[in-house]
């Protein structure tokens, strides 16, 4: 189990969810076990979801533990961003202006529109011929 002074957020962006777990320490990312940059190859998913930290210039002050799953490489990283915004205000409610300001603690509602009957997609129709 955690420590007892670690704060537990939950973060969520299209159909990833990440558990998040912020604990005082020397700033060590790890997810799903895995170092940051060993997980997210692409340098701006890690961006994106150490973009919380950054801006409330806590980088060096947490240890950042995540399990996700669910998604693909850029809805985990935004689900991780969320699970970091939402456990940076568990630890100081302050924080919350200049989060919510940068846009991060709302989660993002849009998600793939489901496919219809009789269409192609979501959206798009069969080809229409007249003959």
Do not use: C
């Amino acid at each position: 189990m955690e420590p007892k002074n670690s704060y537990y957020a939950t973060g969520k962006r299209k159909t990833a969810i990440a558990r998040t777990w912020l604990i005082p320490g020397s700033g060590r990312v790890t997810i799903n076990d895995r170092p940051l940059e060993e997980y997210f190859k692409v340098e701006s998913a890690r961006m994106e979801s150490m973009q919380p930290l950054t801006l409330t210039n806590t980088l060096e002050s947490y240890d950042v533990r995540v399990r996700v799953l669910g998604g693909g490489i850029s809805g985990q990283a935004g689900a991780i961003r969320h699970g970091i915004t939402r456990a940076l205000i568990q630890v100081d409610p302050d924080y919350r202006a200049p989060l919510k300001k940068a846009g991060f603690v709302k989660r993002d509602p849009r998600a793939k529109e489901r496919k219809k009957y009789g269409q192609r997609g979501a959206r798009a129709r069969f080809q229409f011929s007249k003959r």
